[in-house]
């Protein structure tokens, strides 16, 4: 039986290419197979930066005797869950409904029809710690299959059934008002880890969404609390290491409360939303490290991800080889005293070794530390410790370098194009704001058609033949929108808007509520539809942000009566669950805000005193506040429509509420207009 994943553009698919597994992806093909030969799917899901993915594929995907035993008795479908993500929440769903948890690899046998009947996520070669081994697991399902066929088909009913009635409490239609968004401060402060930053125990993932949230409600407010949280918890990851001391970005998640051991895996969507948010808390505080972090974060995404098309690659992966042939979680990023001193001496190896925390012990695995900062800086000597950090670095580049995942997500490279053009404008680095500007052109130019609906994927300059979802449609509109206050390019903006109206016609019901696919998207068993946010925005919160952004940009009354209305599940979740709602209630920080419009325009775009205007306002900490630059008389934006000079001089003018001010040249008076 051929495998026929050869031809997929996923590189998570193929690495499962040369199996012995007889892998389809998935198609209406596979599930024909399936009916045809009477057999059961195993739908496997997972994605190419995950290690427990690996070690499954090596223990029993790779292995024949197992292979040869699914080949027999299943039709193996393999799914990459970020191309799909579609598939893998539905199915997710199931998972955790039936077992209380999730994860990945996730692990499900179907009936021909696509429902579910058997759920689980990694299993291993022979039995251990309470687990069946794989092939156990096989066997099990092949006899109830084949033995208690009516059983099994109840239970797919049901399961099916129930998933399908499966109604979100929207709660209302309207938005969260001042009591909610006190409410879900006052519960993350409840969960917040005063000692360690951050919220809630091990392992801790950086909360940037919430980060986002607390820097807004400050800007609105006034309340410290939320910036010291926020600020602390910056802080204190920037010093862990889940920060890469060397070469900056951030890893996905660590393993304990101390942000010490990470997950080594690097994935773009953290490191655009951290990008950001450090960009927003040195725009709040000035801080230094803030600055430091956004800088180096913006330029991991460049250096690391860019692809040669201009996009932004999917992540980097936790595993590399060790130098013995052995691929090894974190093999890339570890060091011992010992070869701190191989690489600087013995004198500078004690150094490192006192500044980055590197000990005999070890703080990861072997003896081995990944480098951190400790939380109470000394004093060192700042030449020296660059000239460590470089000739570390170039030593660490001879290591095997860990694998990169090369797909370009809509989705993720939107939120990449948002943090990079901000960054730019806030540093005086126009090349960020060109590498912005070149992924979003290859998302128009690739995923774009002519119908102005969006591709989730592409890989090498090829596009994927998925559509996209929510998400992409609501995270791209939400990078061209950054990049229309940035430039001052009006077709951003239009852009932008032929998303939205996508999303308006093809996600949102009747209700108000937005679904993760469009109405004429691939029928799944579920329509998936999920408004928490957890690893990035979630499609409706997402949509909720730009929808209003685009509507203070351009006045558009039905965009948003649509943000107004997505919102009322932020008033339901905000006050509960504010750790997963957090871009939704930064979101409502900036519809309680207004959110403020400002227009500055000049007698050219090149105009000194204008360009220091424009700066100023994109510097504003007002909570979502939109701005448009441009020639006085210009059409290119929507709010510089009727916006003269003054008295011949650059001009800013904002308004809010459908009330402005009068306009200003001055940067002061400006500024003052743009903070609380």
Not at 291 to 308: G, S
Not at 585 to 593: G, P, R, S, T
Not at 628 to 648: I, T, W
Not at 649 to 663: G, I, L, M, Q, S
């Amino acid at each position: 039986m051929p495998n026929r994943l050869a031809h997929e553009t996923s590189p998570y698919l193929l690495q499962h290419a040369d199996n012995p597994v007889a892998w389809w992806p998935w198609s209406a093909e596979a599930f024909e197979e399936a009916r045809r030969t009477n057999r059961p799917v195993l739908l496997s899901v997972g994605y190419s930066s995950c290690h427990w993915c690996h070690v499954m594929a090596h223990e029993s995907f790779e292995d024949q005797p197992t292979a040869d035993y699914l080949n027999e008795h299943f039709v193996s479908v393999k799914v990459d869950r970020e191309e799909r993500p579609d598939v893998d929440a539905v199915y997710m769903e199931a998972v955790q409904a039936a077992t209380g948890q999730g994860g990945w690899p996730m692990t499900v046998f179907l009936t021909p029809d696509a429902e579910p009947f058997y759920f689980g996520t990694y299993f291993p070669p022979a039995p251990r710690h309470g687990m069946p081994s794989f092939r156990q697991v096989l066997e099990g399902v092949r006899s109830a299959w084949t033995d208690r066929r009516d059983e099994v088909a109840e239970v797919a009913g049901k399961i099916t059934r129930d998933l399908s009635q499966r109604e979100i409490d929207y709660g209302s239609t309207e938005a969260p008002g001042e009591e909610e968004l006190s409410g879900a401060l006052l519960g993350l402060t409840r969960e917040y880890d005063p000692q360690r930053g951050g919220f809630g125990g091990a392992p801790k993932f950086p909360p940037s969404m919430a980060l986002e949230f607390l820097l807004r409600h400050h800007a609105r407010t006034g309340a410290e609390g939320a910036l010291e949280m926020a600020r602390d918890t910056c802080e204190r990851m920037a010093r862990g290491g889940i920060y890469d001391q060397l070469a900056g970005g951030f890893a996905r998640y660590s393993v304990d409360r101390e942000w010490t051991v990470p997950h080594f895996e690097k994935m773009l969507y953290d490191n655009a939303l951290l990008c950001r948010v450090y960009a927003h808390l040195w725009r709040s505080t000035g801080s230094d490290l803030a600055r430091r972090v956004a800088v180096e974060t913006a330029d991991f995404l460049v250096r690391e991800l860019r692809t040669t098309e201009g996009g932004f690659a999917s992540a980097l992966d936790a595993d590399s080889d060790d130098g013995t042939g052995k691929h090894v979680e974190g093999a890339y990023y570890v060091w011992t005293p010992a070869q701190l001193t191989e690489v600087l001496g013995e004198e500078d190896g004690g150094l490192a070794a006192q500044y980055f925390g590197v000990t005999e012990d070890g703080t990861f695995e072997e003896g081995q530390s990944v480098l951190q900062l400790s939380q109470d800086e000394g004093v060192f000597d700042a030449d020296r410790i660059a000239s460590i950090k470089s000739r570390l670095l170039d030593a660490r580049s001879q290591r095997p370098a860990p694998g990169r995942d090369d797909k370009v997500v809509a989705a993720w490279n939107g939120l990449a194009i948002a943090a990079l053009a901000e960054t730019g404008a806030y540093f005086d680095r126009p090349d960020l704001v060109e590498a912005a500007v070149s992924a979003a052109d290859l998302l128009v130019r690739l995923h774009l058609d002519e119908h102005a609906k969006l591709a989730r994927t592409s890989k090498d300059g090829q596009v994927g033949a998925n559509a996209g979802v929510l998400e992409d449609y609501a995270d791209v509109a939400e990078g061209f929108l950054a990049l229309a206050s940035v430039t001052g390019e009006g077709v951003w903006l239009e852009f932008a808007g032929f998303l939205l109206d996508h999303v308006l016609t093809g996600f949102v019901d009747e209700s108000g509520a937005l679904y993760d696919t469009a109405a004429d998207a691939e029928q799944l068993i579920r329509r998936p539809q999920d408004p928490t946010d957890n690893a990035t925005p979630s499609g409706w919160t997402a949509a909720a942000g730009a929808l209003l952004s685009y509507a203070a940009q351009t006045g558009a009354e039905p965009h948003r009566t649509a943000a107004e209305r997505a919102l009322g599940v932020v008033k339901a979740l905000g006050p509960r669950v504010p750790r997963f709602i957090g871009w939704g209630l930064a979101v409502a920080e900036a519809y309680l805000d207004g959110p403020r419009e400002v227009a500055v325009v000049g007698p050219s775009l090149d105009d000194e005193a204008a360009r220091a205007l424009h700066r100023t306002a994109l510097l504003g900490t007002a909570p979502g506040a939109v701005v448009a630059f441009g020639v006085a008389g210009s059409d290119e934006l929507p709010l510089l429509a009727d916006r003269p000079l003054v008295d011949g001089e650059p001009a800013a003018y904002v308004c809010r509420n459908f009330t402005c001010d009068a306009p200003t040249t001055d940067q002061e008076r400006l500024r003052a207009a743009l903070s609380r």
